[in-house]
């Protein structure tokens, strides 16, 4: 695609980076077949080719309107296009870049701005987001329907495990994973435990920056990225910590992206390529573990699956930050099956649920079709469960599901 970028950005990081990436597009609109939102729509605006060419006019010093900016606000981020893209196009970075600069331009309905600050604000604190959502976990059910299905259900959480090992791992210490499904992480750490593995988990550490990054606060989104730069660095390059094993897809694409984020910032670039370099799904690490301890693993699930204390039916939904963002495909699914579960059939596995982080609450209409659309491939093979490995999939599906959702390893855990 050739490319005229106008004189106030071209010659700016931003600019140089986006001309790189528009000059990769061919126009060939394979990124059509896949985009979830081009498939519910229909409108070339709402596909990965025609949010470039949009992206291109605003860089280029066309007009731009809130036409442009609803344009690119519909787009899920699931990074689909990147996967069926012959040409290797990084419409990511391209999306977050456009979507910053249009922002910069357009102004929003202040119903908008209230909505994606208190997004940020209540998101990304800690100690406020545990706090609202206890309180909702707590009268859960004397909540109107609309309200509970934002609020997971009660489930069983494993003590953290605390034995001593020589071998340790760094988990993300998170904003919203902690307070809206703690299982997940001392699930992890039970795993882990097993395989002679320790978890640590490092309390200056938090959000991994996604949040603010894409609701268009890079600054934001950045400073958090240092903080667990900073948290983690020490511990990783002395080899105490051999890896970060993240159990959250949405966050682990991103920290996977810190060393991109700061590859020219000569404080941080060295310690971000460390970072990004030692973190792993929990998917991954395990699969690099010793036979025995997985095949020891293999027997007690199994038994656990004919003592019927978990499910041994199980439709699983790889999540977009997994497969398309990370590159992570059929990793867990091996895992599953090779452990003992079996895996029913799921039609269009490759497209979103319609979550997408902040997605579902300032697109709705959309996320609510591509959830409906999920379940009921989900469902279709009738499973006893279904599991996934991101905690915004697993708060979206759990929802409206008719059956257990949990993140695989939960199941793992209750095994052992």
């Known amino acids: 695609?050739?490319?005229?970028?106008?004189?106030?950005?071209?010659?700016?990081?931003?600019?140089?980076?986006?001309?790189?990436?528009?000059?990769?597009?061919?126009?060939?609109?394979?990124?059509?077949?896949?985009?979830?939102?081009?498939?519910?729509?229909?409108?070339?605006?709402?596909?990965?080719?025609?949010?470039?060419?949009?992206?291109?006019?605003?860089?280029?010093?066309?007009?731009?309107?809130?036409?442009?900016?609803?344009?690119?606000?519909?787009?899920?981020?699931?990074?689909?296009?990147?996967?069926?893209?012959?040409?290797?196009?990084?419409?990511?970075?391209?999306?977050d870049i456009g979507r910053k600069i249009v922002d910069e331009r357009v102004e929003r309905p202040m119903a908008e701005k209230l909505t994606r600050e208190s997004l940020k604000m209540l998101m990304t604190n800690r100690p406020m987001f545990t706090a609202g959502m206890a309180m909702g976990k707590a009268v859960r059910g004397i909540l109107p329907e609309s309200i509970k299905k934002k609020v997971p259900a009660k489930r069983v959480t494993l003590p953290f495990a605390n034995t001593?090992?020589?071998?340790?791992?760094?988990?993300?210490?998170?904003?919203?994973?902690?307070?809206?499904?703690?299982?997940?992480?001392?699930?992890?750490?039970?795993?882990?435990?097993?395989?002679?593995?320790?978890?640590?988990?490092?309390?200056?550490?938090?959000?991994?920056?996604?949040?603010?990054?894409?609701?268009?606060?890079?600054?934001?989104?950045?400073?958090?990225?240092?903080?667990?730069?900073?948290?983690?660095?020490?511990?990783?390059?002395?080899?105490?910590?051999?890896?970060l094993v993240m159990n959250a897809s949405g966050c682990g694409v991103t920290v996977r992206e810190y060393a991109h984020h700061f590859e020219n910032d000569p404080v941080y670039a060295a310690k971000a390529a460390l970072v990004s370099e030692k973190t792993l799904d929990i998917g991954e690490f395990i699969t690099r573990q010793n036979a025995e301890g997985l095949a020891r693993l293999g027997t007690q699930v199994k038994a656990a699956i004919e003592q019927q204390r978990i499910p041994g039916s199980i439709a699983f939904h790889p999540p977009c930050t997994l497969q398309h963002g990370q590159q992570i495909k059929g990793v867990i699914e091996n895992v599953l099956t090779t452990l003992g579960f079996k895996l029913t059939p799921v039609a269009d596995s490759h497209l979103c649920c319609g979550s997408a982080g902040t997605y579902s609450v300032l697109q709705p209409e959309l996320s609510k079709e591509l959830k409906k659309r999920k379940l009921a491939n989900l469902m279709a093979g009738k499973p006893q469960a279904i599991a996934s490995a991101n905690i915004g999939c697993l708060g979206h599906l759990e929802s409206d599901a008719t059956v257990d959702v949990r993140h695989w390893v939960e199941w793992v855990a209750q095994a052992i």
């Open 164 to 243: 001593q090992h020589t071998r340790k791992v760094i988990l993300l210490k998170g904003c919203v994973q902690p307070a809206m499904m703690p299982s997940i992480d001392t699930a992890t750490s039970v795993i882990l435990d097993a395989l002679g593995i320790q978890s640590m988990v490092i309390q200056e550490s938090g959000c991994c920056g996604a949040v603010k990054f894409h609701l268009n606060d890079h600054a934001g989104g950045l400073a958090q990225m240092k903080t667990n730069i900073d948290a983690w660095y020490s511990l990783l390059v002395s080899g105490e910590a051999e890896a």
């Open 1 to 95: 695609m050739d490319t005229q970028l106008a004189d106030w950005i071209k010659d700016t990081p931003d600019g140089k980076a986006a001309d790189a990436i528009l000059r990769k597009c061919v126009h060939c609109g394979f990124c059509t077949a896949t985009c979830p939102t081009y498939q519910i729509l229909g409108d070339e605006l709402d596909s990965p080719r025609g949010r470039i060419y949009l992206i291109k006019q605003v860089l280029e010093g066309k007009q731009v309107t809130r036409k442009t900016q609803q344009h690119l606000d519909r787009c899920l981020t699931c990074r689909n296009c990147e996967t069926t893209c012959p040409s290797g196009v990084k419409y990511g970075q391209l999306i």
